[in-house]
């Protein structure tokens, strides 16, 4: 089966329609042919290819919502969701280009100023750079406000000091938006946006790329910045102190595509599960001949329906730019919960099969783990919604 969507019976929504359907498809041809013959190789060098980021920038799978005229397709949020939603589908969920696509990209268009656009939106569309964001520190990660990062106004330079971990594709990243203090007085509104362009720098250095126990093929680092020189013209927004407004506005999208991630592994995983139960036997019948199992894979696909409803609406909200911080959170919260919920179910389904790391199962397990972890933890979506009660 193509699309395991396919498997919830659901109608598509109008945002996937037409030529956000023909991308997917051709997301979908992409992955399955150019990174999924070679994912275990990824997963033992624990990164992804440089070549694979050129090529799919040569595929049209980079900046696909970015404008035209900076090098990008001309898409929207649904162009970036059909292209994640073919990653979780094929299952080569660590290549980490919809944290570029979808999180760092935007960041330039929304602050950037034209020149900064013009500079690096092209390159981005293209694979030559690659993004990442880093704000989490070893002291600081649900809480932002407390970043040590500095960047002090030194002539026509900040000079940066500090250090940043657990950022998603840091060993590969060139490209790299971090979170510092140009204020440190002022809190949370002495923070501030700078890129830093790791070929071009001084005092940059990258420290382990970090043993995970899931999402092997993507590179998760540590970063350290001892006096390092970045041009004050990489502060991203007219003035410095704009950083923490810029990360709110910016994190509902981040929070979205973390559940598009999630609906499409939860999808994969009931696809490949049911064709598992049919073909596996027990005591003379099909697995799926029992009752337990037609009833636990009954609950799962009413769950990932009403999950692919919600989160179907949510893109439509978004793309119309109707996306609260509130619903955002539900859907980080909501479908990466159901993500661990379903897979772990799954793989008991499997029986010892599934603990077996060449059933595709077993790599799901240990991959939908973080989603409850990163970009803000469960924990913190629910207090974010509680703030609306
Ligand atoms: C694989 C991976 C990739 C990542 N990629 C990136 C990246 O690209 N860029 C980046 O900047 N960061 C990244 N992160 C970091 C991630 O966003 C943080 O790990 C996350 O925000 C949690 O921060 P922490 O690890 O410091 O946990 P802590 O903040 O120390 O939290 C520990 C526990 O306490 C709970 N807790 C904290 N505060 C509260 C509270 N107020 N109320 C109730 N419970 C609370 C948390 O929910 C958690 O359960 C990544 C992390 C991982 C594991």
Known sequence: MTNPAEILGLPKPAWAADEVGMLYDMAHRFMSEE?????????KNEMVDRECWLKAGAAGLLCASMPEEYG???GTFAHESAII?????????GFGIGLHNSIVAPYILHYGS???????LPKLATGELIGAIAMTEPGAGSDLQGVKTRAEKDGNQYKVNGSKTFITNGQLANFIIIVTKTDPEK??????LIV??????????????LDKIGLKANDTSELFFNDMRVPTSNLLGHEEGQGFVQLMQQLPQERLQIGTGAIAMIERALALTIDYVKERKAFGKAIIDFQNTQFKLAELKTEATIGRVFYNDCVARHINGGLDP??????KYWLSDLQGKVVDECLQLHGGYGYMNEYPIARMFRDARVQRIYGGTNEIMKLLIGRSL
């Not at 990174?35 to 997963?43: C, H, K, L, Q």
């Not at 809190?187 to 501030?192: C, D, E």
């Not at 830093?196 to 790329?209: A, H, I, P």
């Open 326 to 331: 509130v619903t955002a959170s539900m859907a």
């Open 72 to 74: 990008g397709s001309g």
């Open 85 to 93: 939603e073919a990653i979780g589908h094929v299952g080569v969920d």
């Open 187 to 192: 809190g949370a509104k002495g923070t501030s």
């Open 114 to 120: 034209e020149e900064q656009k013009k500079k690096w």
């Open 196 to 209: 830093v362009e790791t070929d071009e720098v001084e005092g940059f250095e990258r420290g382990r790329n």
């Open 35 to 43: 990174i999924a013959p070679r994912y275990d190789e990824f997963e």
